[in-house]
C-alpha cells in the first residue's frame, strides 16, 4: 500500500445517525490532518494529529464532530447526529514530519445525509 | 479572519500555451504556500510549493511566484498538456498557534487539444 487510503469511499447516512470515518496514513508519517471539502470548493481543515497527539482541533465545525488515533497510525473521524450540512467529501492527509512537509492525500470519503 | 482568494474559478487555454493561477492571501505572518492538483475523485496532489524566504521557485513546466510584500503569489504552467487539466487549488499555511491550512476556493483548468 503505497499512499494515503480512506474508507468507506461513500457513506449514505439518515439525518441524525452516527457515522465514522476511517484513514490508513502512509507508514510511518508522524503528521495527519483532517479536511472537509465541500462541493465546488476548497478543503478545509478540520484537526491535526502529531502522532497519537490531537495538536490542533480548531476547525471542528461542532462537538458533534470528533477525531481520534489512539495508536498514532490509523486515524478515525466520528460525527455525531448528523446533519444535511454535513453532507461533503472528507479528505484525510499525512505528511512524514512535521506540519511543514509535504501532505499526501487519500481518496477521500463522499458523506450524503439524507 | 483568514483567508485566500483565488483567480479565476475557471481557465481555458490552448495546447502548448501558459496558464497562470493568483493568488491572495491575509495573513501576513504566513510562510509556507503549497499548490495542489485534483483530478476528478481524486484527493489533491502537491506539484510545488515555496516557502517565505524564497521569491520565485521552478519544476520543469511550473513555477511559482511570491510577493510578500502584496500577499499575493501565482502558479505558471507553460507548455499546457490536456493530461494538465484539472482542479489547481493554492493554500498557505496559517501561523496563529494553529497548524491550520487555508486553501483557495479553486481554479478549473481545461487545456484545449
Known amino acids: 500500500g503505497a499512499g494515503v487510503s480512506q474508507s468507506p469511499r461513500y457513506k449514505v447516512a439518515k439525518r441524525g445517525q452516527d457515522v465514522a470515518l476511517r484513514c490508513d496514513p502512509i507508514s510511518g508519517h508522524v503528521s495527519l490532518f483532517w479536511y472537509q471539502q465541500a462541493l465546488g470548493q476548497g478543503p478545509e481543515f478540520l484537526t491535526y494529529?502529531?502522532?497519537?497527539?490531537?495538536?490542533?482541533k480548531s476547525g471542528l465545525p461542532s462537538d458533534r464532530f470528533f477525531a481520534e488515533r489512539p495508536e498514532g497510525s490509523v486515524s478515525t473521524l466520528k460525527i455525531q447526529r448528523t446533519q444535511q450540512e454535513d453532507s461533503a467529501v472528507y479528505l484525510c492527509?499525512?505528511?512524514?514530519?512535521?506540519?511543514?512537509?509535504?501532505?499526501?492525500f487519500g481518496p477521500g470519503t463522499r458523506l450524503t445525509v439524507l | 479572519g483568514e483567508n485566500v482568494e483565488q483567480h479565476p474559478s475557471t481557465l481555458s487555454v490552448q495546447e502548448g500555451d501558459s496558464a497562470v493561477i493568483k493568488c491572495t492571501y491575509s495573513d501576513s505572518a504566513s510562510n509556507y504556500f503549497p499548490w495542489y492538483k485534483q483530478e476528478l475523485g481524486k484527493g489533491p496532489q502537491l506539484i510545488i510549493d515555496i516557502r517565505s524566504n524564497v521569491g520565485e521557485k521552478k519544476d520543469q513546466r511550473i513555477a511559482v511566484t511570491l510577493n510578500k510584500t502584496a500577499k499575493h503569489f501565482s502558479l505558471h504552467i507553460t507548455e499546457t498538456q490536456p493530461e494538465d487539466s484539472a482542479v489547481y487549488f493554492c493554500a498557505a499555511r496559517y501561523l496563529g498557534g494553529t497548524y491550520k491550512y487555508i486553501f483557495g476556493t479553486g481554479t478549473r483548468l481545461k487545456v484545449l487539444a
Open positions: 494529529f502529531q502522532n497519537e497527539a490531537q495538536l490542533d
Open positions: 492527509a499525512s505528511s512524514l514530519g512535521g506540519p511543514y512537509n509535504e501532505q499526501f
